[in-house]
């Protein structure tokens, strides 16, 4: 059967992959995981080291923990391919977006600072041509046409970025990281009014919270969050401490954390809904 990504993508058996998984709900919300997939390309296994053929830096178990997002009628969209293909939450010219140490576009090094690749096995420049024209551009494009037409029907939308990260990552930050860390670029991609939203929901909780603390928001919270234009763009990067299994190295998931976190995050959501245009009430509220 032939591949609709023009060979850069496995098949299995006679499925043929897409770069993603979308549901369209009808609701002002869009939820964006673009670091949940675990899919190589053709022939890339061969090419890791052993640390990373794990998949060690994968946001894990994403899709699960919003697993009511179809309940609640609320768009998603999640990665089927793992951020070592391809970083989705990167530009596309692969611009640095901290100051401080990262990953790119493709990454070369773990987040423990070991080699993605074996020696001289790094991707072709013209595979990553490839690998951004079918998979990066249809991922974000895909964004792009819900966003838009959400926002025809509602009059405004809000793009949230599902991310997690180990609590200990000594590259990116020093120490423990909090449990629940939004990001909105510093105030630019959404309204204020949305970031009090979900901080005083997480406020009401026993977990610790962070705005625009190590994590600000990815490429795709500040390309997309444009509050001028009524979309506005939220990240948040959980710990995966607050879900995951303690000390187990092969990241299973906790069923009693999972129900207790997924429960949070629903009630978070349901907040969102219920406020309205982030717009309008920052404007209740300034005056």
């Not at 072709?124 to 494009?141: F, G, N, V």
């Not at 990067?237 to 000390?247: M, P, R």
């Not at 629903?266 to 219920?274: E, G, N, P, T, V």
Request: proline share 6%; net charge neutral; charged share 20%.
């Amino acid at each position: 059967m032939a591949n609709d990504l023009g060979g850069v993508v496995e098949n299995e058996g006679n499925k043929i992959l897409s770069p993603f998984n979308f549901f369209q709900g009808d609701s002002p919300i869009l939820v964006s995981m673009p670091h949940s997939g675990t899919k190589l390309i053709t022939g890339m296994q061969q090419r890791m080291t052993e640390q990373a053929k794990v998949l060690p830096d994968t946001d894990w178990f994403i899709p699960e923990l919003y697993d009511f997002l179809q309940t609640m009628n609320i768009s998603n969209i999640s990665a089927n391919y793992s951020r070592y293909v391809i970083d989705l939450n990167r530009p596309s010219d692969d611009q640095p977006l901290y100051a401080s140490k990262t990953t790119g576009l493709f990454p070369d090094i773990l987040f423990s600072e070991q080699p993605v690749f074996l020696a001289e096995q790094i991707h072709s420049e013209a595979l990553k041509m490839q690998i951004k024209t079918k998979i990066w551009a249809p991922y974000h494009q895909k964004i792009n046409d819900e966003l838009t037409r959400i926002k025809n029907k509602f009059g405004y939308a809000i793009l949230f970025d599902a991310h997690s990260i180990a609590a200990f990552v000594p590259m990116l930050f020093t120490g423990k990281l909090p449990d629940f860390n939004f990001g909105n670029n510093d105030g630019v991609a959404c309204a204020p009014a949305l970031l009090n939203i979900v901080d005083k929901v997480i406020a009401a909780t026993p977990y610790q919270q962070v705005s625009n603390g190590r994590f600000k928001g990815g490429y795709i919270t500040r390309s997309f969050g444009k509050p001028q234009q009524q979309i506005h763009a939220i990240q948040l990067e959980l710990s995966q401490a607050t879900y995951l299994k303690d000390n187990a190295n092969n990241y299973q998931l906790d069923p009693a954390k999972k129900t207790q976190v997924s429960a949070l995050l629903q009630q978070l959501f349901q907040a969102l809904l219920a406020a309205g245009n982030p717009s309008d009430l920052n404007i209740k509220e300034n005056r």
